[in-house]
């Protein structure tokens, strides 16, 4: 034996055979007993001391028994008559029945015990105590034994695994490794995957774990060698929240699970230089395949996880509610609004003298350099309030984070004079995350609106002790009180610190906030087995942010705390980055004359007034001689997103009836014909209007008082009728000349013409034209605060009015030639035309002087146009090629008189 035993009475010691191998038990020591090797304990008269009247029959009434080191403490400090349970181990065979420690009849007796952990104990790698002795257990012989099975991957645990959880809440995991941290020659490391479980399920490779994995990288653990305690296994623990972004194609509740892998690494040299890492997945376990489903078998207490509903379940995966997009949003707006409540913050009207303090609190946001920072609250504000925590902090953005800094002025919390306001007893705001709460904060005690108030005593103590002269204005301080009622912000808001937030310093914090889309449409409607129906039907979720009201902002806030000014609430809405550009324009098919000599390219007019997105229709739709081109486009965190749309016939037809009207007073209408031959000599004809509308809508920010930006709606807007009426005069010369009866003028240039016009094979024509077209500009710039931007919004009439001659040749035969795709016909056309025209705008507007009407009229210059084309019919299809055109310019373009502004205030400039 280990000890002497000679003066010694009954059993005290026995022998440990190990596959054959006989070692000695010392009293208290430790023994692993390994399942694949043959265990056998004994006792024989050596064991026995040497005062005992008779070894042999102490010998043959030896007792064994075995317990949880664990339960064996609790036993000890128990009185025996609140022991209501038998937490022995499941031996068997004894007579008598043992009152001591609740033992009873749960022992075996006989000099021999062959110990098998697989049948006589819940879990390897729990330490436990085996008793030796003749009379009650605790007055004998004990010893300790770990039993050890090979390396395992045991059981995964979530805590509460049977309630339904939300999207933002956090859950816990323990994992249980069996052994690999008593291998001495290994070292081991554990790789950690969350996958969806009906996804898992059937997966065994690594590259299979890696594509499906919720994390962008798995969980790594190194498993250290060595044990002690009661407990020589190894544990896995983390707590994570359940992200928004796992949430897709989700019509009932989802089930999430994991699967660790088990690494064997170890570090070779280089084949040239340096070390090289290497390693070997050596087991994996896939808890969708092998789920943990049996911890209702085991003692909670031992373990310290239960299952909720005290029944076989799986506890290897979390059930996640199938809680809507939009309803999980609204869910965690209340959630942050009602804590800003529960909290509530103090507001300050004078300033207040505890040393442990700030003197202000300014907000920045760092990723705009333009902007200014906010002062929230200044103690020493010569002008205004000293607190305005009131207002909002408000930002602009969507999946890029943003940067907004907190930062405390003159921030002093030393021990000496901090009392811990509203905080746990002993903590002090010295710790960073007691001035800026993103853990844990306390309310304080209201009656009514008020904030129940105490007077300090200890003042001027901590004045003094702070190194502040006590002054008439400073001597006395009355504090809040702290109630039970503590929150905490950061699981509210759902921040992950070095995700969502950073604290710089004691001084300084900085948010990483971003806005959260609801990128799903008609959610509770989808079917999820139709992923693609679903994924096209989802990309219609910008139009949830079509227009922007107060529910569309996002609400953040940081409770910054300390004993002079405690609870005071940074808060911070942040608004979405979508900016929606409308554009169209209808039109008639007619050819008209805009621009002297050129029809006005509409479809870049949303352009030229600042719209970025929209270039030239894409689009057309024709109805009855009308063409509708829309463009609508939305920017989202900088990209841009084009929604084409055709056909809108509905629009255009309406607008049919309109052009009918129109065409009744068009001279080639014989039924309104004017008598007396005003047909033959001219004719005329009413445009049909032309509309385009260009407008965006986006949240920009306004400053309002004190430096603060407030997010708002802006609107800019473009409209333009092109023309808003246009008329066509044309007067045929030759009809003129072919008129005139002295001398019989008239019948010779109509001989000269028609001869011509036969040797030629030609048609000559000579018109006079003269177009009066109005068109009408409008520009607006609103926003939902201040209402219509007079300096940027204004109205402008311009009359055009082009007029000049035109002669030329029509070409009366046709050349054919015959081509292996079949027959083509050719024809010419030539014309020369002098054009100019006159331009008179008036626009009325606003700039610093105040509102104004600015009149202009401009000579359009001379020019003179040559154009010759070829006409080629083939298959049915014309084709017009150009061969010569162009443009000689005569006479610039010049302004008529100097360009006049009245100012309506009865103010007058002239330019």
């Not at 693609?532 to 922007?548: D, E, H, S």
């Amino acid at each position: 034996m280990a000890e002497n035993i000679e003066n010694k009475v009954g059993l005290q010691g026995c022998y440990w055979k190990e596959n054959d191998k006989l070692f000695s038990v010392s009293k208290g020591g430790t023994f692993i007993l390994y399942t694949n090797n043959s265990n056998e304990f004994s006792v024989d008269e050596r064991c026995v001391g040497g005062k005992t009247k008779n070894p042999k029959e102490t010998v043959s009434k030896a007792r064994w028994a075995f317990i949880y080191e664990f339960f064996f403490q609790k036993l000890e400090k128990a009185k025996q008559e609140d022991i209501s349970e038998n937490l022995w181990g499941p031996l068997s065979g004894g007579t008598d029945n043992v009152a001591k420690y609740g033992l009873g009849t749960k022992y075996k007796q006989g000099s021999k015990l062959i110990f098998k952990p697989e049948s006589y104990s819940y879990y390897y790698g729990y330490k436990q105590r085996v008793e030796l002795f003749t009379e009650s257990p605790g007055t004998g012989f004990y010893f300790y034994i770990i039993p050890v099975d090979k390396p395992q991957i045991s059981f995964a645990y979530f805590t509460k695994s049977e309630e339904v959880k939300h999207y933002g809440e956090n859950v816990s995991l323990q994992i249980m490794l069996h052994a690999y941290n008593l291998d001495k020659k290994n070292k081991y490391k554990a790789k950690l995957y969350l996958l969806e479980e009906d996804i898992a399920k059937g997966l065994k490779e690594t590259d299979d774990f890696e594509d499906n994995n919720l994390w962008k990288e798995p969980r790594v653990y190194n498993i250290e060698n060595g044990a002690s305690g009661d407990n020589w296994n190894s544990y896995i623990n983390l707590n994570f929240p359940i992200d928004i972004e796992w949430k897709k194609d989700q019509k009932s509740d989802k089930n999430f699970t994991v699967v660790l892998e088990v690494y064997k690494f170890w570090v070779e040299p280089g084949m040239i230089y340096g070390t090289n890492n290497k390693e070997e997945r050596v087991n994996y376990k896939n808890y969708a395949d092998d789920p943990t489903t049996d911890l209702v078998e085991y003692d909670p207490e031992i373990l310290g996880l239960k299952d909720i509903d005290n029944k076989k379940s799986i506890s290897s995966r979390f059930i996640v509610s199938k809680e809507l997009m939009g309803d999980y949003l609204k869910r965690i707006e209340q959630d942050k609004n009602n804590m800003i409540q529960y909290i509530g913050d103090i507001e300050y009207s004078q300033r207040e003298f505890d040393p442990c303090g700030y003197s202000k609190i300014t907000i920045k946001d760092e990723d705009d350099k333009d902007r200014e920072s906010f002062v929230i609250f200044d103690e020493t504000a010569a002008v205004g309030a000293i607190d305005k925590t009131k207002q909002s902090f408000a930002i602009i953005t969507g999946d890029t984070r943003k940067n907004i800094s907190i930062t405390l002025d003159q921030l002093t919390t030393q021990d000496t004079f901090c009392q811990g306001l509203l905080l746990d007893q002993g903590q002090k705001h010295s710790e960073k995350k007691n001035v800026f709460q993103v853990d844990k904060v306390y309310a304080a005690l209201k009656n009514g609106n008020d904030h129940v108030r105490r007077t300090d005593a200890t003042h001027q103590e901590q004045q003094k002790n702070a190194g502040v002269a006590t002054t008439k204005e400073n001597e006395n301080d009355t504090d809040v009180v702290k109630t039970n009622s503590s929150y905490n912000a950061g699981v509210a808001q759902q921040w992950r610190e070095g995700v969502d937030y950073k604290i710089d310093s004691n001084e300084k914090i900085t948010l990483m906030l971003r806005y959260m889309y609801n990128k799903t449409a008609f959610e509770s409607l989808q079917n999820p087995d139709n992923k693609n129906v679903n994924a096209g039907v989802n990309l219609l979720w910008i139009f949830r942010y079509f227009w922007f009201t107060d529910d569309t902002a996002q609400t953040y806030f940081l409770p910054v705390s300390t004993c002079r000014y405690p609870n005071q609430l940074v808060k911070i809405n942040v608004w979405p980055d979508i900016e929606w550009e409308v554009s169209f324009i209808i039109s008639t098919n007619e050819t008209h004359t805009l621009s002297f000599g050129k029809k006005e390219d509409l479809t870049n007019y949303p352009a030229g007034q600042g719209l970025r997105f929209s270039d030239k229709f894409k689009t057309k739709s024709e109805y009855k001689g009308f063409s509708f081109s829309t463009d609508i486009s939305a920017k989202i965190n900088g990209n841009v997103h084009k929604l084409g749309f055709e056909k809108i016939e509905n629009i255009i037809k309406k607008l049919a009836d309109l052009k009918e009207f129109l065409d009744k007073f068009n001279s080639d209408n014989s039924a309104n014909a004017s008598t007396g031959g005003f047909k033959e000599y001219f004719s005329f004809k009413l445009v049909s209007p032309n509309i385009v509308l260009a407008f965006k809508w986006n949240m920009g920010s306004v400053v309002e008082k004190e430096n603060n930006h407030r997010a708002v709606t802006m609107l800019n807007g473009a409209f333009k009728l092109a023309p808003l009426i246009g008329i066509n005069f044309e007067v045929d010369l030759f009809v003129i000349t072919d008129s005139i009866k002295v001398y019989g003028i008239g019948d010779i240039t109509k001989f000269i013409r028609k001869a011509i016009e036969w040797v030629t094979e030609t048609d000559i024509y000579l018109i006079a034209y003269v177009n009066i077209e109005l068109n009408g500009e409008f520009t607006i710039v609103y926003n939902s605060i201040n209402g219509i931007d007079n300096k940027k919004s204004n109205k402008k009439a311009i009359l055009s009015i082009p007029f000049g001659v035109k002669g030329g040749i029509k070409s009366n035969e046709e050349n054919v030639i015959i081509l292996p795709t079949g027959e083509k016909k050719e024809k010419f056309e030539a014309e020369i035309s002098i054009n100019s025209g006159i331009e008179i705008t008036e626009e009325l507007g606003t700039d610093n002087t105040g509102p104004y009407k600015k009149n202009s009229y401009v000579f359009k210059g001379l020019n003179v146009k040559v154009v010759i084309i070829e006409n080629v019919f083939s298959r049915n299809k014309l084709s017009v090629i150009p061969k010569i055109d162009e443009t000689f310019e005569v006479m610039k373009e010049d302004k008529i008189c100097p360009e006049s502004i009245e100012y309506l205030n009865n103010k007058k400039d002239e330019k």
